[in-house]
DNA sequence: AAGTGGTCTAGACCACTAT
DNA sequence: TAGTGGTCTAGACCACTTC
């Protein structure tokens, strides 16, 4: 039935979120996973993995027992802390037509903070890459972006628009593969209030993190400020046996 | 060797987790699944199940080709936002010894947004419990938990300090089991300011979240208020195919 | 080429829920 | 008691990294 890659785990995975969310299940229910695997030529453990993930983010719900259940709360959570990866993306799930727009892209030398998070010498140069972007010319999201100059092979012309994680493959060649993020509330000075497009001392939320490649390098020092009137952040918390 | 429940994964993860804070791999290299899974003589499902576990919530690092390695920067993350869950642990986690006081246990008429939360009717009764948790008598967290009065079989006298999840399973007979929680950065009126220990207009962060029992029923609206000096959170953010 | 983690299968048995 | 999801096994093959 189905070819590899993606895996047939998230190939069934998403067979079953479109069945979700255009409402083909009946009361809610979604099928025993007999009966899924049997339906879909595979086993029930590839049934168990794509219905975990699922579960994990926030589409469906189960009861051991009782059965496998549409999760209407959970279907309804944009832009999930957890998950976000670009901010053009977030912005669509919003419903918006997002923009962006490159403030500045300097070479500068790191400061203190920078430099030991990122794990170089103090005062070695980074690239720094402003942004903000933008719904209708509103301002929502104003992103710093420091990137250890020794990572780049050659000098990135113009290009510093693209998404961070592509911008990054493209000039260094390294994955994005997570971040370690600080969530901070923060009221915004006047150079920030002024990008951002609201009034000096106006609060918000900050995130300050960091971001790791595949090889758990720390690769980029990255700090976003966001419009809490425009733009506001979901979790979903779990018990969980640390 | 082992017994059920905790079952045998999650004893496989606590396990390696224990070798792992107590520095016993040689260079941050951990064993092969294969070899993990003879030492310990279970099938290697269970290893990578225990594994996937402590992946997450970044303890370790798996490279696919390469190996599993310590991830140092991920073990050095205390109070992850996805997994919090009673307050104080989250104060001993940081090294404080919590304590807690209720200010106040009311019942009064819900407001119209937490009874639409909630589910009940305009107006129902909802009781509310409002609680500080200090640490050498200084406030870090305020909460405010809104819990619909029809929930109670018999009144709940004096047991108001316990951390909410007991409280509820103790005169409820229901098991939390998920928060959506909304992040809110704040800043503090006179009010909140004064129960928190801090000046007026003091920026902070807030959770605003629902709580969910183990029928995916919504049986708590609650409010958090946080001491952004004291206390911050952190995130792992990874890529998941969405 | 050897060794590692990633995916998938088929089947067994257990724990819990409904009725 | 029947049916559901939860745990665990043993084994096969694939994709990737390392040497």
Not at 46 to 51: E, G, K, P, S
Not at 179 to 192: F, G, K, L
Not at 221 to 226: D, E, L, M, V
Request: charged share 30%; hydrophobic share 40%.
């Amino acid at each position: 039935m189905i070819s590899r890659n993606p895996s047939l785990t998230d190939q069934v995975k998403a067979h079953i979120k479109e069945q979700i969310v255009n409402d083909k299940f009946e009361d809610g229910r979604i099928p025993p996973e007999a009966a899924l695997a049997e339906g879909l030529g595979v086993s029930r453990t590839t049934i168990r993995d794509a219905l975990a993930k699922l579960e994990h983010e926030g589409a469906i719900h189960r009861r051991q027992g009782a059965g496998t259940f549409v999760n209407k709360v959970g279907l309804q959570i944009k832009s999930r802390l957890e998950e976000i990866w670009s901010y053009e993306q977030v912005l669509q799930d919003h419903g918006y037509t997002p923009s962006v727009k490159v403030l500045s892209d300097e070479l500068l030398p790191a400061d203190d903070e920078v430099a030991e998070a990122l794990g170089i010498a103090a005062g070695a140069e980074v690239v720094v890459i402003e942004k903000v972007f933008l719904e209708d010319d509103e301002p929502v999201v104003l992103t710093r972006n420091c990137i250890p100059a020794g990572l780049f092979e050659e000098p990135a012309h113009g290009r510093d628009d693209l998404p961070l994680y592509e911008f990054l493959e493209e000039y260094c060649d390294r994955r994005l593969t997570y971040y370690v993020s600080e969530i901070v509330p923060v009221a915004y000075d006047a150079a920030q209030a002024k990008k951002l497009g609201v009034k000096k001392g106006t609060v918000g939320l900050a995130f300050i993190e960091l971001g790791f490649d595949q090889n758990n390098e720390a690769i980029v020092h990255a700090t976003s400020f966001f419009r809490d009137d425009l733009l506001r952040f979901r979790i979903i918390r779990r018990k969980s046996g640390t």
